[in-house]
Every structure is written in C-alpha cells, then in structure tokens.
C-alpha cells in the first residue's frame, strides 16, 4: 500500500513544489492544499499547486494518507493543532522543516496518538511564497527523514518511497545528528550571509552604493542566500540554538587562526587552507549537488 | 592617441580574458603576452590568448603603449623589475589586482620613470588558469582605476577608454579607499567562504561525506567562492591587511551580537536584520551586478 492522498498544509516555496512534484512524477497521489493566507490559497489555485485547495487546515487533511507540514519551524505547533481533530486514523505525519529535533518533540507532543516522522529535503532557492515552487526542485536532492524511536517500519518505508517518486534520495538520520549536519552546511552558512550582508549594509565609510555596484567581487552570492524567507529563518535559529551555537563557536575559532595569520602575515597558513578548501568543491559537484559551470554560469559563455 | 599595442604579463583568467575580449572589442589592438609558466604560454598560444606569445618578459613588452600586470598581487614587483629595461619610453603601466594601495607603491617604487595607473577589473570567476579566460569577463562589471596624485590625465583617459571598449564601466577612486571598498565586497567574503568550508572539513562529529551530501542547504555557494585561486587569495590578504583586519572586526562584532540574540531567543532582532538585508539583493539585481533567476538558474526550470 503506497501513498494516495496527501495534504499539503502551507504552499509556499516547499508545499507548492511539492504539489507540483506529484502532479509531474506521482499524478495518480490525489492532493489538497491549505495555507493561513488568503492571497496565497487564491494563487495556489490559480497554479494548481494542490488538487483542491481547501479554505481551512481540518477540510484540507480530513481524507489523507500523508499530511506534510510546509510552514515555518516556529508554527509547526498551531498547524498541529489546527488539523488536530480532522485527522484520519493512521495517517502520516511529516513535515519539511530544517531543524528536526523541536519539530519532532513540538509534533508528537500535540499528536499524541498520529504516526510522527519528521523529514528535511534538503533543496530551496532563496525565494519564498506560492509563485516560486516548481516540480524539479527535489529532483536529485536529498531527503532526510528522522523517524523517532519506535516509528512504524512501513510507515517510514512508504514516506521514503514517496520521496523516491519526487526525485529525491532518501537518506534515514538521527533527529539530533541532523541537526548538528544541516547546522553546518546550512544554518551557519545563511547566519554569515545574513551577517556579512548586515555588516556591510551599516558602514559609514563605504556607501551602500558602492557596496552594491563592485559586489560582483564575491559579495553578491552572500545576498542569494541572504535574500531567504526571515520567518523561516528565524524560526530556523530559535529551533536549533544548541548546534547552531556549537558550530558557530568552531567557525568564530576557526576565523580567528586565520585572522592571526593575517596579521603576522603567514602566508603558509593562508595558501594550505585556502588550497585544502578546492578538494571539498571538486566533490560537491562529482557528486551532482552543484553547478560545475564556472560562476554557476552566470556569464553565459 | 588611443591604446594601440597592448601587452599582456600572466595568462590566467585575467590576462587571457583581457586578451580574448580586445580581440573581441577592439580587434585593431595589437596584443603580445607572456606568462613565466612555459605550459601556460603553450595553452595560451593554442587558445590565442594574445597575436603574439613571448619566451621572455622584456620581448612581450619591448613594443607596448599599455603593460597589463596580470599576476598575483606579491608577483607584481618581479614582474616590475622583469619588464623594466625593456619598456618604450611613455608606456601606460597597470595591472589588474585585487588590492591597490601596496600594487601601486610596488610599481612606482620599482618603474619610477614610468607612468604607472593601477587597476581592478571586479571581475572573475572561481576558475583559474589559461583555460579560464573568455572575452564576455568584463562586460557590465565594473573596473576601478586608481590614478596615483599627479598621474598624467589623458594617460588616465586612455587606460578608461581601454576598460570602456572591453564593455566595462570605469570608475576612478582613491586606492586606500578601493581597498577599504573592496576588503568588504570582495576580501572578506573570500576569508569566510575559506573559513567555514575548513571548519566543515576538520569536525570530528560531522563527516566529510555528510558535508558533501548535503551542501545544497547553503554550504555549496561558499565552496564556490573557496575554489578561488590559493596563491591569489593568499597575496590579497597580505597585501590589504590592515583594511581586512578592520572590516574583520566590523563583521565580527555583528556575528557576536547575533549569536546572543540567538542565545537569548531574541527573535524580532533576528528577524528585522534578515529582512534589511533583502533590499540589497534586490539593489543589485536592478543594477545588473547578478542574475535575477532564483538559485542562479540553476534548476534550469
């Protein structure tokens, strides 16, 4: 028994793509949407994100096999509560959110007696809202679930294979060590885009003119990732504070050694690390999980 | 008087791309190169980097009205003085370097007869080499001339009119000012991109593979930009210490406040400074200084 019904709760960037998804690679899987906004249900609509979008959360999950959770990390709870009560014996619970040690505690705890098994596909843009999912998005990207101790096998099987059908590879983690994993080759990364970008916002002796007009020197594909949703974001960093703090703790150490070397001016330490660094590159992209093409192909040539 | 024979000093991304793009632009430019690595000038000979590859510095240059430095910043003064007893009477010298104020007393201590205009094209790409070049590098970016006090003007004219042809616009600056500008849009992006791609290679709790795997969340970007040539990188960081260490410090002073208001669960700061930084993003996608397509298109959808 494979997956039929799925209820999308929140069609942004996540819920509608993966509405689209299953229309693409799954379109026998029925869907229905629901989203807290108004203006977004009527645009989801408009793109056929879900097959019905329902004007609240308890219509939109009452006939569902799995119900996916596309919201902020922080309102995980409220949509919880929301189709509490209209959810089917033994549907599934999942969700896409970033951090998963709070999801899963914050879920179980509001749905006691629902199967739980929290997921991540790790895959995004730094664009948000019912316009800009689209059904590749998953497409060999990878999903990361983290069924609690005790989770039903087939359960976590059918959810695995539902990822499969989108595209994406599934991958099965402890909810804490995801955590401390996407601290680092996520969280982090948007905490000092969002950082440089702030700093560099704020000078007095560098206008924002000048900030914006020679940003073509590195600076611009800070602003991608720090162009990504607030809310998620700060829900992301609430959520997630102890590994988050870890990481920072080694990366700030880290910058520190190689600010040292600056002023005493090693050179040899710079050029070993700055060396050490390319190998990482060449096996993002052997491993298909970035854009060889130089400058991500910007340039066109 | 236009800029009538140019004459190339190291064929990497920047040498080769100058020497693509005036075959391109300006194909009455009469080109000569040289690079002191003998597969370089091979690969730049088949590529035709420039009309004539020389074995020796002093030949490419003999005939020049404009010299183009393009070596790592700490090369720039064994460039100088390889060049120096061979340069015609009245020739422009220049370079392409990442940091000004140390290129331009390196060359005016080493060349004092000669008319020395430094320059930074803010161009590039993460590539590096004779293969990396091509002619569209310039095009809408912006280079900076920093004309030292008592520079010749129609010299300065005659180097901006050059950038102009290639598709750049020109701008000129004072060179402390440059490498203040620069060390925020450009230097220290680089620092953290290195930085954070070393700390996600050394943790002990995190594996490598786990890191590869799962780049798509942010992590990927930064490898990009810390794909960047190590010896370049290492010479910019030398070169333009005592701008980095400031804006190091700027930066480092932000992170610090974000991470208590993470600590302390402080939210609304959180989510204030990542809306701010959206307004940039979108500065610089209406100046044309990125590609508007989320995630760089790279979804290609």
């Known amino acids: 028994m494979s997956i039929e ?9 996540l ?3 993966i509405g689209l998804a299953i229309a693409k690679h799954a379109p026998g ?3 229905t949407g629901y989203d807290a906004d108004p203006a977004t249900r009527e645009a989801a609509r408009k793109r056929k ?8 959360a308890a219509e939109a999950v009452g006939n569902a096999d799995l119900v996916i959770l596309c919201v902020p990390v922080g309102a995980m709870g409220f ?12 549907a599934i619970i999942s969700d896409v959110g970033s951090s998963k040690q709070s999801v899963s505690d914050t ?5 006691p007696d629902q199967c739980v098994i929290p ?4 895959a995004g843009t730094e664009q948000s809202g019912p316009e800009a999912g689209f059904p590749e998005l998953f497409e060999h990207r990878w999903c990361i679930l983290t069924p609690p101790a005790g989770a039903p096998e087939d359960a976590v099987e059918k959810l695995g ?6 595209g994406s590879n599934v991958e099965l983690m402890d909810a804490e060590h995801h955590d401390l994993v996407l601290a680092v080759t996520s969280h982090i990364p948007h905490l000092i885009a969002y950082t440089i970008v702030g700093t560099a916002s704020d000078l007095e002796d560098v206008t924002r003119s000048e900030v914006i007009k020679y940003s073509a020197g590195g600076f611009r594909d800070f602003t991608r990732i720090a162009a990504s949703d607030p809310t998620m974001w700060r829900d992301v960093f609430l959520s997630n504070k102890d590994a988050v703090l870890e990481m920072l703790g080694r990366f700030t150490e880290d910058l520190t050694a190689l600010q040292r070397a600056i002023r005493r001016g090693d050179g040899d330490a710079l050029h070993d690390l700055f060396t050490k660094t390319r190998a990482i590159r060449r096996s993002i992209i052997e491993q298909g999980q970035d854009d060889a093409r130089p400058d991500f192909g910007r340039s066109d040539h």
Chains 1, 2 share one sequence.
């Open 119 to 122: 997921a991540h596909p790790v």
């Open 161 to 166: 294979a539902f990822w499969t059908n989108l």
């Open 5 to 13: 019904r799925v209820a999308i709760i929140g069609l942004g960037l």
């Open 79 to 90: 949509a919880a509560e929301a189709i509490r009560d209209a959810l089917p014996e033994g």
């Open 107 to 111: 879920l179980r705890a509001a749905l």
């Open 15 to 17: 819920g509608g793509s």
């Open 29 to 31: 899987i029925v869907t």
């Open 49 to 56: 994100l879900a097959g019905t979008v329902f004007d609240n």
